[in-house]
Each structure stands twice: as structure tokens, then as C-alpha cells.
């Protein structure tokens, strides 16, 4: 299916944004591969398509499980057709192992050692200030979000976290850590928003990473490409 074309509004490091109407945009993914800040870019054919195939299929997952979410369909291709949406600048991040950042500033813990409960994290959505870990409180000063939304974002989050675990653990996955980001509609309600892929999630298949740790560890475009196609045929999305 194509979907109506429409005026680019934004352009970030994986995704241009189109706006088609008052409330509707398309979001459509990149043939590029970013690390490090946007330090490392590589073009990467096809992995929009990957990506792509991916948000989808997990947004339509969680909708379909009674999360709301932005998403409307996918064309097939690079592009989803999404609510458009008021968005909060924060970053969610839902852990389940220490890696990555967590394990930089806790370096008391062993990467991947299981959490006894999965740690909710918010970072400010600003590259500029390499996305800083900052607290509810923080959010709640700036007027970024209300507590009742925190509070919120924070239940959705762990309501995600098991889903999605539960449906990778189904196909022998691990999923280590994802982030997440939220909006609100015209009518005040809070929206899961934005990407879910490989780009945005830590999933492991017999300890080999399915996702971007693999570009940020210094590995190729192709051996990127060839997880996420893995990826893709574990959960069954025939592109
Ligand atoms: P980063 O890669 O750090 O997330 P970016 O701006 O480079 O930042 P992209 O994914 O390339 O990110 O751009 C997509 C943009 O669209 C993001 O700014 C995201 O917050 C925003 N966005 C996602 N979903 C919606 C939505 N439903 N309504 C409005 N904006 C959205
Ligand atoms: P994190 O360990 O905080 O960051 P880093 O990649 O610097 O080690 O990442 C936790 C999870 O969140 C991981 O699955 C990647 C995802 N993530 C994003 O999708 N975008 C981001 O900007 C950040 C910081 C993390």
C-alpha cells in the first residue's frame, strides 16, 4: 500500500518526518546507519525497509495488547503512517541487564548480570548534551511533563517491557534494554510513540546482538543488515 505523500517537517538521524494533516504524519526510515551521536554514519540499502518492518510490527503488537500507540499502518516499504503528536523530550529507557550506560556509570556490576526488577531511566532527548540522565523531578521543574504523567510513562513502560520480553523470550530472544518515547494526543491522553527496531532495542539471540550494538562495536554495515534480516525471519516479517 503507498501512502499520500506530504510536507517534510523534520528531518532527525533516522527517520524524515511528513506532515499530511493536522494529525497525521509519515514517518519514514533511513537507508542510514548512525552511532556515536551521529559520529559514525553509514548509508546501509535496505535498512530503512528493516527498520521500518520492525516498528511496525512491535507497535501493532502492543496495540493489539491494549497499549496505545501512534501507530496506523505501514506502506510495505520505509514509511508508517503515525498520529501526530505533542511529544515529550525524554528518552525512556527500560532495562533489563546492565550494559551500555548503565554499566559507564555503574561500573560495580558485570555486563549483562540480570536486574533482580527492570530499572526505568530518564534521559533528556539532547544530543547536543549526549542525552544526560536526569530525574522525575528534573521533568517535573522544567514542566516537561506532570508526576501523574511520570507516573504513567513509567507503568506503560514496564507494561511494554513485559510484552515485549514475553514475545522475544516466545522465539528464544533476550531483549537487555530498549528506549522508549511518549506524546500526548489532542485529547491529553499519553501515546507510545516514535521507533521500535533493532536500532532503539538490545535483543539477544545465543549472546550474538540482533541490533545496533553491533555498528557501535565497530562492526560493518553488512554484518548489521545480515542481524536485522535475522531478526526479521525469527519473528516471521517476510519483506
Ligand atoms: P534521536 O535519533 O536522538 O531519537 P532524532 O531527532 O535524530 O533523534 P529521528 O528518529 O531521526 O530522531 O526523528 C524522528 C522525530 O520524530 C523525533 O524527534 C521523534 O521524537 C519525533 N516523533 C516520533 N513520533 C512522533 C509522533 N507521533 N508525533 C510527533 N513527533 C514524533
Ligand atoms: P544506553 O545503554 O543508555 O546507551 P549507549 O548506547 O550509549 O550504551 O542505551 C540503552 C538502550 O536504549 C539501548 O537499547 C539503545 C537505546 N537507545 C536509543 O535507542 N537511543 C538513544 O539515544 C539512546 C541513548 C539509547
Redesign the pocket.
Same mark, same amino acid.
Given at each position: 500500500m503507498s501512502l499520500r505523500e506530504g510536507r517534510l517537517i523534520?528531518e532527525?538521524?533516522?527517520?524524515r518526518?511528513y506532515l499530511i494533516s493536522n494529525d497525521e !504524519?509519515i /514517518?519514514e526510515f533511513k537507508d542510514e546507519v548512525t552511532a556515536l551521536d551521529g559520529a559514525r554514519k553509514e548509508h546501509a540499502p535496505g535498512k530503512g525497509k528493516l527498520t521500518a518492518s520492525q516498528t511496525a510490527f512491535f507497535m501493532d503488537y502492543l496495540t493489539k495488547s491494549g497499549i496505545r500507540t501512534?501507530f496506523i499502518n505501514w506502506d510495505g516499504d520505509r514509511r508508517i503512517h503515525?498520529?501526530? !503528536?505533542r /511529544?515529550i523530550p525524554v528518552e525512556v529507557i527500560v532495562r533489563n541487564y546492565a550494559y551500555g550506560s548503565f554499566i559507564r556509570r555503574m561500573p560495580l556490576m558485570k555486563p549483562l548480570t540480570r536486574f533482580t526488577a527492570p530499572l526505568v531511566e530518564f534521559h533528556l532527548?539532547n544530543?547536543g548534551l549526549h542525552d544526560p540522565l536526569i530525574l522525575p523531578e528534573d521533568i517535573i521543574e522544567a514542566e516537561l511533563a506532570s508526576m501523574e504523567q511520570i507516573m504513567e510513562v513509567k507503568s506503560v513502560a514496564l507494561k511494554v517491557n513485559q510484552l515485549l520480553s514475553e514475545l522475544l523470550s516466545n522465539h528464544g530472544l533476550i531483549l537487555v534494554d530498549f528506549k522508549l518515547?511518549f506524546?500526548v494526543n489532542g485529547n491529553g491522553a499519553l501515546v507510545l510513540?516514535?521507533?521500535l527496531s533493532g536500532d532503539t532495542m538490545r535483543i539477544l539471540m545465543n549472546g550474538k546482538h540482533l541490533d545496533k550494538e553491533l555498528f557501535r562495536m565497530g562492526g560493518s554495515v553488512k554484518e548489521l543488515m545480515e542481524a536485522y534480516s535475522t531478526l526479521n525471519s525469527i519473528l516471521g516479517l517476510s519483506l
Open positions: 523534520y532527525g538521524k533516522a527517520k518526518v !504524519l /514517518m501512534h503515525v498520529r501526530r !503528536l /511529544m532527548k544530543d518515547e506524546g510513540a516514535d521507533e
